[in-house]
């Protein structure tokens, strides 16, 4: 069945530090890839996605670039934030249901 | 506007005994998903209603499992006789009519079997 691998957390980094978040899928098809954010005592909150290959999903500085060759969707952001300190999710579409992966919790200290 | 929101947003319930998880959608919203998320792990997929329709239980676990949503607004999820590994967040989301991608997700209810 369709299934998400992501990095094992936590992650803990410095504030103004380059993050990277890996993140692979497997699936039947061509899904939608998305990334989820969770912050303490919130719900998740769309990050950004993208629909087919090669598609850059982009926001608030983080980016994803959809790449069906190595069925990967990495999530960076230049410059990290304390504020960005928080749960992070991968996920894929595929019919009408989410498959999320494990997460990943991301400490930036100041 | 007002964000899906969930209720009790903490339960904690002894072995055997039943409980229900309320949801309120977005207003106008649609489609509506029920999610369980165990400690540690990414939300997994119950159930999903289209407006009052149940089009999708197959990610309820066992028969002890039960939602409904009888006027396609708001939605209940039922748990039967409560074990020890039901303890998680059940999370709901919302989606609009002519939106195939994103789900609006509630803060979710943390619910402990003793």
């Known amino acids: 069945g369709d299934s998400v691998t992501q990095m094992e ?14 993140c692979t899928y497997t699936a039947t098809g061509y899904p939608s890839l998305f990334w989820y954010v969770q912050y303490p005592g919130e719900g998740l909150q769309l990050l950004l ?9 982009s926001n608030k500085g983080f980016e ?28 894929l579409l595929y019919g009408q249901n989410f498959v999320f992966g494990p997460g990943t919790r991301l400490s930036v200290l100041p | 506007g007002a964000g899906v929101s969930q209720s009790p947003r ?5 072995r055997g005994q039943d409980v229900a998880l309320r949801c309120d959608p977005i207003s106008g919203h649609v489609s509506l998903f029920w999610y369980q998320q165990a400690l540690g792990q990414g939300p997994e997929f119950l159930t999903y209603f289209q407006n009052e329709a149940q ?4 990610g309820l676990p066992s028969d002890r499992f039960f939602a409904e949503r009888p006027e396609g607004s708001v939605s209940t999820l039922k748990i039967q006789r409560t074990q020890q590994e039901d303890s998680a967040v059940y999370l709901c989301a919302s989606r609009p009519s002519g939106s195939y991608n994103e789900q609006f997700f509630g803060p979710g209810t943390r619910l402990t079997v003793l």
Do not use: M, W
């Not at chain 1, 960076?76 to 996920?91: L, M, P, R, T």
């Open chain 1, 9 to 22: 957390g936590p992650v803990t980094l410095s504030e103004e530090a380059f993050l990277t978040i890996n």
């Open chain 1, 49 to 57: 996605k993208a629909t087919k290959a090669d598609d850059k999903g």
């Open chain 2, 55 to 58: 089009l999708d239980k197959s």
């Open chain 2, 10 to 14: 903490y339960k904690v319930a002894k």
């Open chain 1, 64 to 91: 994803a670039t959809y790449r069906k060759e190595t069925t990967s969707f990495h999530l960076e952001k230049g410059s990290v934030q304390v504020s960005d300190s928080a749960v992070y999710f991968c996920a």
